[in-house]
């Protein structure tokens, strides 16, 4: 395994540890801009979209 991916690794379980910060996978990520590209374009109802926070 290349030691980029080991510290990518490394640094992502430290993260996660941390209560201030959030770790999301970037395939979750996509699927919530895809809907809410969606959304945006009046191609789904809105009922129940997904949920989206940004903590700054």
């Known amino acids: 395994m290349p030691s980029g991916t080991i510290t990518a690794g490394m640094l992502t379980r430290e993260l996660a540890r941390d209560?201030?910060?959030r770790v999301v996978e970037r395939r979750l990520i996509k699927k919530i801009?895809?809907?809410k590209k969606?959304?945006?374009a009046g191609i789904t109802s809105g009922i129940a979209p997904l949920p989206v926070t940004y903590q700054g």
Do not use: H, W, Y
């Open 33 to 35: 801009l895809e809907e």
């Open 38 to 40: 969606l959304a945006m």
């Open 19 to 21: 209560r201030r910060v």
